[in-house]
Every structure is written in structure tokens, then in C-alpha cells.
């Protein structure tokens, strides 16, 4: 399947800085992620991951490449991404890791949590 054709599920991984987990996932849940939704992203679930301590996922929807592109330059452009969270945000993350794979309808709406954001 050619991805550029079709709906793309993105499974961002983060690796924070030990104790500042609970933070971000504050941060996450209060700011970031309903910024995300105003913004037009659909996010589909957020937290921290189960196997490791320091690890957060964000899992996201996009209709196409280009709408993930699109989306991702008018948020992180913001001013209000520049004034509230690009730097306690940035200053927690260590590094981070993407997977993008085909989205299938079944696949997406199983993953959808309804008490994200």
C-alpha cells in the first residue's frame, strides 16, 4: 500500500527525562493534545508506555502525508506552541521515535480512547 494514497496512523514514542513523566503526561493531557484537536489532528490516545519508565506514546490519525505535514507546520509554527509549550516541552523530551504505517478503519477506531484530551 502506498501511504501517501491513504490514511496514516503515526505511533510517536518519547523518551522524557527520568521524573518528568507525570508532568508531561499533565502537560500532554491538559494542554498539548486538546491544542492538537483545535488545531484539526486527530489524536487517538496518549500516556505512559507499560515497559519502560521514562517512555509516553502519542498515537495519531491523518487522512494523507501531505495533512500530517500540513498540520504538523501550522502547530509547531504557533505562536501559541512558541509561547506555552515548545520549551517545558522540549526541555523533558530526551528523543523520539516515529512509526507511520498504513491506517485501516478497524485498526483506528479500536485504538481510539475516549478519555484522552
Known amino acids: 500500500m502506498n501511504t501517501t494514497d491513504g490514511r496514516l496512523l503515526e505511533i510517536r514514542m518519547f523518551r522524557v527525562r527520568p521524573g518528568t513523566r ?5 502537560i500532554s493531557r491538559e494542554g498539548t493534545v486538546p491544542m492538537m484537536r ?24 491523518f487522512d494523507s502525508a501531505q495533512q500530517r505535514l500540513d498540520l504538523s ?21 530526551v528523543d523520539y521515535r516515529n512509526a507511520l504505517l498504513p491506517a485501516y ?12 484530551g
Open 73 to 93: 507546520q501550522r502547530l509547531y509554527a504557533s505562536q501559541e506552541w512558541i509561547d506555552n509549550y515548545e520549551q517545558p516541552v522540549m526541555a523533558m523530551i
Open 38 to 61: 483545535r488545531y484539526g489532528f486527530t489524536v487517538l490516545a496518549c500516556g505512559p508506555q507499560l515497559d519502560e519508565d521514562d517512555g509516553y506514546y502519542l498515537v495519531r490519525v
Open 105 to 116: 478503519g478497524a485498526i483506528v477506531a479500536g485504538l481510539a480512547d475516549p478519555t484522552v
Open 22 to 26: 507525570e508532568e508531561f503526561d499533565r
